[in-house]
């Protein structure tokens, strides 16, 4: 039997009630339905789900269900797949229908899958019970650079506070292309790298473990749609794009990086790890939470103006655990502050015809605001080691050291509402 859409179903409705045990100030309300790949011992070849309270739904078995009829989906079980590629190259209209079908089958006075034990047994998994994968096959990944805050900082603590800016910085949004492989799911230990180093007072180079490891608190959006070698992607065209967002923690080694980066920009002092959040918020989740961006001085080319409210108020916030100790929290910025768009990250990354994949990520870069306490790297809180940050237990953090867990999380809130990313945490291994 077919189920269909009913077009006055609004998945974001702050007054809708889900029969679902959802915790409060969960992450995961009826109004999110963030998209994951996980797997259990049950079900162990990894495949999608959609997030719930505590709770996993399991789109592979709605859709051999027959729950997910009348969708327009192919025959074929994308939700079967490793990866939410398949899912994903269907657009984001696909992707809207079966947030609102999920929404309609978890509403408090739908008794469809709330009444059916057998369904219930088949497609929900408590989440403490699953194991989350890399959502996203990603081919090609892209970090920008497009808080002014922080290009400001890191302009001032290595070049002339007068002039932290570079002359290019207020007319583009500056990136730069990184390596794909080494982006892993949360909970994927990040092993200390090695390389060379220089300290200014020495006449040589050095190698070794990385002495200055550090985090970057971001947020990554995933494209859904190719584009086609040559053509451009407009600020307007821009978010039919892009699928959603996670939290992305871009780890940074900043003495290696710091003596190899010029000319070329940064190599090993960046490839080797980036960690995700494993569910990805749509767009259509963030639609209430939508806002200004900063004002743009000078106005900006015609190819990245941007109409209406194109960045999204998402509160960010880091935490360091000390191995064997508490967890603090050293970080509260925003995503509000970016000086620079998505739309326009977009527009920028395709103005001279390049390719767009589906499950491509795009970071931010560091995401800081203007107090210290919203500096979204260790470089930044520590000013460059030479104001270490003071840690409940009594210790002090210039970097990171073996055996810390760093954690950041996620939400926008409002009306009652709280849409949360979930958390991206990994421990810092020694050097092998």
């Known amino acids: 039997m077919e189920k269909s859409i009913h077009m006055n179903h609004q998945p974001n409705d702050p007054n809708l009630t889900t029969w679902v045990n959802v915790p409060p100030n969960s992450d995961f309300p009826i109004q999110n339905l963030p998209f994951g790949i996980f797997s259990n011992t049950e079900y162990k070849a990894p495949h999608a789900g959609v997030a719930i309270g505590d709770q996993v739904i399991d789109l592979a078995a709605l859709f051999e269900q027959g729950h997910l009829n009348g969708l327009g989906l192919p025959e074929d079980n994308v939700f079967a797949y490793d990866t939410l590629n398949a899912?994903?190259?269907?657009?984001?209209?696909?992707?809207?229908?079966?947030?609102?079908?999920?929404?309609?089958?978890?509403?408090a006075d739908n008794p469809e899958l709330r009444d059916?034990?057998?369904l219930k047994q088949a497609a929900m998994r408590p989440m403490d019970h699953v194991t989350m994968h890399m959502p996203v096959f990603v081919r090609d990944y892209t970090d920008f650079y497009s808080s002014i805050e922080h290009a400001t900082n890191v302009g001032a603590m290595f070049r002339d506070p007068n002039n932290a800016l570079?002359?290019?910085?207020?007319?583009?949004?500056?990136g730069y292309h990184g390596r794909a492989s080494s982006i892993v799911p949360s909970g994927t230990p990040i092993t200390r790298p090695k390389g060379q180093y220089k300290d200014p007072q020495d006449d040589q180079p050095s190698f070794g473990p990385s002495r200055?490891?550090?985090?970057?608190?971001?947020?990554?959006?995933?494209?859904?749609?190719?584009?086609?070698?040559?053509?451009s992607v407009s600020t307007a065209e821009a978010?039919?794009?892009?699928?959603?967002?996670?939290?992305?923690?871009?780890?940074?080694?900043r003495d290696i990086q710091a003596w190899e980066y010029q000319p070329l920009g940064p190599f090993l002092g960046k490839n080797f790890g980036s960690s995700i959040s494993p569910w990805i918020v749509t767009m259509d989740a963030l639609e209430p939470f939508r806002t200004e961006s900063p004002k743009q001085e000078p106005e900006v080319l015609p190819y990245l103006k941007t109409e209406g409210k194109k960045a999204f108020d998402i509160e960010l916030e880091v935490f360091l655990h000390p191995e064997g100790g508490n967890e603090n929290?050293?970080?509260?910025?925003?995503?509000?502050?970016?000086?620079?768009?998505?739309?326009?990250?977009?527009?920028?990354?395709?103005?001279?015809?390049?390719?767009?994949?589906?499950?491509?990520?795009?970071?931010?870069?560091?995401?800081?605001?203007s107090d210290p306490k919203s500096f979204g790297s260790m470089l930044e809180l520590?000013?460059?080691?030479?104001?270490?940050?003071?840690?409940?237990?009594?210790?002090?953090?210039?970097?990171?050291?073996?055996?810390d867990t760093v954690t950041m999380r996620a939400y926008a809130?409002?009306?009652?509402?709280?849409?949360?990313?979930?958390?991206?945490?990994?421990?810092?291994?020694?050097?092998?």
């Open 329 to 369: 929290k050293i970080c509260h910025s925003n995503f509000k502050y970016l000086y620079w768009n998505v739309n326009q990250q977009l527009a920028h990354h395709t103005v001279n015809g390049c390719n767009l994949g589906i499950g491509d990520m795009y970071a931010s870069g560091t995401i800081s605001g």
């Open 239 to 253: 978010e039919e794009y892009i699928f959603g967002f996670v939290l992305f923690n871009d780890w940074s080694a």
């Open 87 to 107: 899912f994903m190259a269907l657009g984001k209209q696909a992707a809207s229908k079966v947030r609102t079908r999920v929404s309609q089958l978890l509403l």
């Open 413 to 432: 809130e409002g009306n009652g509402v709280r849409i949360g990313f979930g958390e991206v945490s990994s421990k810092i291994l020694p050097a092998r």
């Open 212 to 231: 200055r490891l550090d985090f970057e608190l971001e947020m990554a959006f995933i494209t859904c749609k190719e584009n086609g070698m040559g053509n």
């Open 116 to 118: 059916n034990e057998e």
């Open 166 to 174: 570079l002359p290019n910085w207020r007319h583009l949004p500056v």
């Open 382 to 403: 520590a000013w460059k080691g030479t104001k270490p940050l003071k840690l409940d237990d009594g210790s002090e953090r210039k970097f990171l050291l073996d055996g």
